[in-house]
């Protein structure tokens, strides 16, 4: 059974960082593209950053480019988000999903999410 499952998120002020995790089980996550997916209340799923399968290529929305970054241990079945300078409007619902190569469908599989709040 392919699980995702994240963890690391938390209430932070912000300037604050975070670091996401997201342990990959019941399929070899080196062999696929791993996205983080974010929503935050009362708007639609956005997109935040993919990583390859070997990690050499890495890319960011526009909205947090500089500020975040992601990673993979392929050894681990893990994906990670670091989390800089964060910013009120970094406030939602973070998940991990497997990319699927369709634009039609981009992802398969999400986690449940970890709940990300920047508020001083």
């Known amino acids: 059974e392919v699980q995702l499952v994240e963890s690391g998120g938390g209430m932070v002020q912000p300037g604050g960082s975070l670091r996401l995790s997201c342990v990959a089980s019941g399929f070899t996550a080196s062999i696929w593209d791993m996205s983080w997916v974010r929503q935050a209340p009362g708007k639609g799923p956005e997109w935040v950053s993919t990583?390859?399968?070997?990690?050499?290529?890495?890319y960011y929305a526009n909205s947090v480019k500089g500020r975040f970054t992601i990673s993979r241990d392929n050894a681990k079945n893990t994906v990670y988000l670091q989390m800089d300078s964060l910013k009120p409007e970094d406030t939602a619902l973070y998940y991990c999903?497997?990319?699927?190569?369709?634009?039609?469908?981009?992802?398969?599989?999400w986690g449940q999410g970890t709940q990300v709040t920047v508020s001083s």
């Open positions: 999903a497997r990319n699927t190569g369709d634009p039609n469908r981009p992802y398969d599989y």
């Open positions: 990583i390859n399968t070997g990690g050499g290529s890495t």
